[in-house]
């Protein structure tokens, strides 16, 4: 069965960053208004921010031609809004869990692991820790193989903390609740649209993104060609398409893999 709707991320995958701010670059700005023209929708999936992802969307529909905007903004990795007369309104059944969920795996890392926390952050001094209620984030620029080892480290002090997960997408390292993340994020919008996994094609680049192209939300999967190793592995396994191009390109390819009647010329 053909999807009938897209579920995107941005960064990696749809946005580009050239002639600033950022912006959904112009050749997928094209093949989304020529897919909404055919009645296919869309979803953005990002940790952004719901105001960041607004404000990129924005800026995309004034100066790049964007007609067809999300049906939803999935954002911050666990909050969803649906699109209702032009505006995003809160899915509240889901959003109010998920935002109990969140505070409480914040409630026991503050309460039982705040002092190795500490010792970790002065031993690897990252560029940022974010202690919010929803999450726990930071900013692990540099060396590759450090990052990897911090990260082993904080997996070894979650495993005394119920219910939490950790994801990584890039230099970013995130502590959230095991039932939230991207892949639950549009499960949750598929059974409140009541839409089949046969209808969405999810893509996406990086490590947050896994849980939403290992198969299990939807078959239909793909990433660009520079994606996360484990990204590319997950969507290979689950049959999905891994692209040659990088980037907004890959995307545009994977988007004619699925659609070539629709854009077949775009």
Not at 174 to 193: E, T
Request: charge should be negative; charged fraction near 20%.
């Amino acid at each position: 069965m053909n999807p009938t709707m897209l579920c995107l991320d941005f960064d990696g995958t749809i946005l580009r960053y050239e002639d600033p701010p950022e912006h959904i670059h112009p050749d997928i700005v094209a093949a989304l208004n020529t897919l909404g023209d055919a009645g296919i929708e869309w979803m953005a999936n990002s940790g952004r921010t719901l105001e960041g992802q607004y404000e990129i969307l924005q800026h995309t529909a004034r100066t790049y031609g964007l007609r067809h905007w999300p049906s939803a903004i999935l954002h911050s990795e666990c909050f969803i809004h649906r699109r209702d007369n032009g505006r995003y309104i809160s899915l509240d059944a889901w959003n109010t869990k998920a935002q109990a969920d969140m505070l409480s795996v914040q409630q026991v890392l503050n309460a039982q692991c705040k002092e190795t926390m500490n010792r970790l952050i002065r031993t690897y001094a990252p560029m940022e820790a974010q202690f919010l209620d929803v999450a726990t984030v930071f900013h692990m620029a540099g060396d590759e193989m450090r990052r990897q080892s911090f990260i082993a480290d904080l997996q070894g002090l979650l495993a005394c903390v119920p219910n939490a997960q950790l994801i990584q997408n890039g230099e970013w390292i995130s502590i959230i609740h095991a039932n939230v993340g991207k892949g639950h994020l549009l499960r949750a919008y598929m059974d409140h649209r009541k839409i089949s996994p046969d209808h969405v094609l999810a893509v996406g680049d990086h490590g947050n993104d896994i849980s939403m192209l290992d198969g299990k939300v939807t078959p239909h999967v793909a990433c660009p060609g520079n994606a996360y190793g484990p990204t590319q592995d997950a969507v290979r396994r689950a049959g999905g398409y891994v692209a040659k191009a990088h980037g907004p390109a890959g995307s545009l390819e994977a988007f004619l893999h699925y659609f070539p009647e629709l854009l077949g010329s775009t």
